[in-house]
C-alpha cells in the first residue's frame, strides 16, 4: 500500500515520517538477525519488497534463498550498485522478470530475477515528466498492467518493455487485477477525501478502453477474483465510521452481486478459492484475521493465527503458489523501523520470521 496504504493514510504517515526522518537516516542495510527456516522444509526465494520511507530514497528488495538459508538484505543495491529508489509499491513476477512499481519515481524497475540485474527502468510519467504517481500492477497474456494515482491505466510490452497504451478510468485508481480476459480496477479517489470515488472499472484489454462502471462503496482498493469468476473487492470507507467491507461482482455479467456479512478487511489475499484477510484498525490499534471460503460462502473464521503468534502492525499479505503457506508482513515498532517477515502454515501456525528485513516491508513473492 507506496505504500500498501491507502493515499489518505500515506499522507497521515507522510506527516508523521517528516517527523521522523531526521531521526531515521541511519536506516542503511546491516548484518541483522534472521529468523530459523525449518531445514529442507521449503525450496526457491522469497522477494521482499520494502518501501521504505517517504522521500527517504531507502525502498530496498531483499532476497531470501532457501537452499543456502541466507538473505540479501539490499539484493538490489548490492547488485546494481545503486538504490531502488522512491517509493516502492508493488512487486509482480511474470515470466523470468521482477517488475517493481515505483510511486514517487514514476517507474516500473525490471530486473532479472535470478541473478536480480536491472534490465530495464520504464517510465510512467505525463507530458510534463512528473510522476503520474503508479501504485499497482497485473499481467495478462504478455501485458503488464499499471494502474496510476493520475486516473490512468498503462499497457506494457513484457516483450520489448515498452509502455504501448494508456487509458483513462476513474478517480486516483488503487488496485488491478485480470479475471474474465477483462481489466478490473479500483477507483479510489483517496486523492479526493472526502468524496471519495465508488466504482470498479472494467477495461476491455482488445480495445484498451474502459467499457463499464461498477458501483461498489467508498474507497475500493484490493480486488481479485476467485477460480469462479467471482471478483471480491475491498472498500475502506472513511477510516472512521463507515469501516472496511468486501463486495463481489459477478465478472460474467459484470454486475454487483452483494455486501459479504461479517466481513471487513482492510487487505486480502486469495488461494485455492480462500480468502485470507486481516483488518488494523489505525486509531485503536487493534487488528483479526479473517479466512473465508468462497466457494460455501462461509466465514471459516475470525483469526485464522491459531498458535496466538502477535502481529502488531499488518502492512501486507501474500500466499505461497504451491504449499499454502501465508505471509504475513508486520511492522510492530512502527512505520519507521524495520518490519518482519511472518510465514505461517495452512493450519495458522508459525512456520519462521525473517526479522527486520527493511523499513515497511509491503510484498512478499514466492518463487
Given at each position: 500500500?507506496?505504500?500498501?496504504t491507502?493515499?489518505?493514510?500515506?499522507?497521515?504517515?507522510?506527516?508523521?515520517?517528516i517527523?521522523?526522518?531526521?531521526?531515521?537516516?541511519d536506516?542503511?542495510?546491516k548484518a541483522v538477525?534472521?529468523?530459523e527456516?525449518p531445514?529442507?522444509?521449503d525450496?526457491?526465494?522469497l522477494?521482499?519488497?520494502?518501501?521504505g520511507?517517504y522521500?527517504?530514497?531507502?525502498?530496498?528488495?531483499?532476497?531470501?534463498?532457501f537452499?543456502t538459508?541466507?538473505?540479501?538484505?539490499d539484493?538490489f543495491?548490492v547488485?546494481?550498485?545503486?538504490?531502488l529508489g522512491?517509493t516502492?509499491?508493488d512487486?509482480g513476477?511474470y515470466?523470468?522478470?521482477?517488475y517493481?512499481?515505483m510511486?514517487t519515481?514514476?517507474?516500473?524497475?525490471v530486473?532479472?530475477?535470478?541473478?536480480?540485474?536491472s534490465?530495464?527502468?520504464i517510465e510512467?510519467?505525463?507530458?510534463a515528466?512528473?510522476?503520474?504517481e503508479?501504485?499497482?500492477?497485473?499481467?495478462?497474456?504478455?501485458f503488464?498492467?499499471?494502474?496510476s494515482?493520475?486516473?490512468?491505466v498503462?499497457?506494457?510490452?513484457?516483450a520489448?518493455?515498452e509502455?504501448?497504451?494508456?487509458?483513462t478510468?476513474?478517480q486516483n485508481?488503487?488496485g488491478?487485477?485480470?479475471?474474465?480476459n477483462k481489466i478490473?480496477v479500483s477507483?479510489?479517489g483517496?486523492?479526493s477525501?472526502?468524496?471519495y470515488?465508488?466504482?470498479v472499472?472494467?477495461?476491455?484489454?482488445?480495445?484498451f478502453r474502459?467499457?463499464?462502471?461498477?458501483?461498489?462503496?467508498?474507497?475500493?482498493?484490493?480486488?481479485?477474483?476467485?477460480s469462479?469468476?467471482?471478483l471480491?473487492?475491498?472498500?475502506?470507507?472513511?477510516?472512521?465510521?463507515?469501516?472496511y467491507?468486501?463486495?463481489?461482482?459477478?465478472t460474467?455479467t459484470?454486475t454487483?452481486?452483494?455486501?459479504l456479512?461479517?466481513?471487513h478487511?482492510l487487505n486480502?489475499?486469495?488461494r485455492?478459492?480462500?480468502?485470507?484477510?486481516?483488518s488494523?484498525n489505525?486509531t485503536?490499534?487493534?487488528?483479526?484475521f479473517?479466512q473465508y471460503?468462497?466457494r460455501?460462502g462461509?466465514?471459516?473464521?475470525n483469526n485464522?493465527?491459531t498458535?496466538?503468534?502477535?502481529?502488531r502492525?499488518?502492512?501486507g499479505i501474500?500466499?505461497?503458489?504451491?504449499?499454502?503457506?501465508i505471509?504475513?508482513?508486520?511492522t510492530?515498532?512502527g512505520?519507521?523501523?524495520?518490519g518482519?517477515?511472518?510465514?505461517f502454515s495452512?493450519?495458522?501456525k508459525?512456520?519462521y520470521r525473517?526479522k527486520?528485513v527493511g523499513?515497511?516491508?509491503?510484498?512478499?513473492v514466492?518463487?
Amino acid at each position: 500500500m507506496t505504500v500498501h496504504t491507502l493515499r489518505n493514510l500515506f499522507k497521515l504517515r507522510i506527516l508523521l515520517i517528516i517527523l521522523l526522518i531526521s531521526a531515521c537516516d541511519d536506516m542503511t542495510d546491516k548484518a541483522v538477525p534472521v529468523g530459523e527456516v525449518p531445514y529442507g522444509e521449503d525450496s526457491g526465494r522469497l522477494y521482499i519488497l520494502s518501501e521504505g520511507l517517504y522521500s527517504g530514497n531507502n525502498s530496498h528488495l531483499a532476497c531470501y534463498d532457501f537452499e543456502t538459508k541466507t538473505i540479501a538484505l539490499d539484493w538490489f543495491g548490492v547488485i546494481n550498485q545503486r538504490k531502488l529508489g522512491d517509493t516502492a509499491n508493488d512487486l509482480g513476477v511474470y515470466g523470468n522478470k521482477l517488475y517493481i512499481v515505483m510511486n514517487t519515481a514514476g517507474i516500473i524497475e525490471v530486473v532479472d530475477k535470478l541473478s536480480g540485474r536491472s534490465l530495464q527502468q520504464i517510465e510512467i510519467k505525463n507530458d510534463a515528466g512528473r510522476s503520474r504517481e503508479p501504485r499497482y500492477i497485473a499481467f495478462h497474456n504478455g501485458f503488464a498492467y499499471v494502474c496510476s494515482f493520475d486516473n490512468t491505466v498503462a499497457e506494457i510490452d513484457t516483450a520489448n518493455l515498452e509502455v504501448t497504451r494508456l487509458t483513462t478510468v476513474g478517480q486516483n485508481p488503487d488496485g488491478i487485477t485480470v479475471a474474465n480476459n477483462k481489466i478490473y480496477v479500483s477507483n479510489s479517489g483517496g486523492l479526493s477525501n472526502p468524496a471519495y470515488d465508488s466504482t470498479v472499472s472494467v477495461i476491455d484489454p482488445v480495445s484498451f478502453r474502459e467499457i463499464k462502471k461498477i458501483t461498489v462503496g467508498h474507497n475500493p482498493y484490493t480486488l481479485k477474483a476467485n477460480s469462479r469468476g467471482q471478483l471480491f473487492v475491498v472498500t475502506r470507507g472513511n477510516y472512521g465510521a463507515q469501516g472496511y467491507r468486501l463486495h463481489r461482482i459477478d465478472t460474467a455479467t459484470d454486475t454487483y452481486e452483494e455486501e459479504l456479512e461479517g466481513l471487513h478487511p482492510l487487505n486480502f489475499t486469495l488461494r485455492n478459492d480462500t480468502l485470507w484477510m486481516y483488518s488494523y484498525n489505525f486509531t485503536t490499534g487493534s487488528n483479526d484475521f479473517q479466512q473465508y471460503d468462497s466457494r460455501t460462502g462461509q466465514v471459516l473464521t475470525n483469526n485464522f493465527i491459531t498458535d496466538a503468534t502477535p502481529v502488531r502492525i499488518p502492512y501486507g499479505i501474500s500466499a505461497h503458489p504451491r504449499n499454502g503457506d501465508i505471509f504475513l508482513v508486520d511492522t510492530p515498532f512502527g512505520f519507521s523501523t524495520r518490519g518482519d517477515v511472518l510465514c505461517f502454515s495452512a493450519d495458522g501456525k508459525l512456520k519462521y520470521r525473517l526479522k527486520s528485513v527493511g523499513v515497511n516491508p509491503n510484498k512478499v513473492v514466492a518463487e
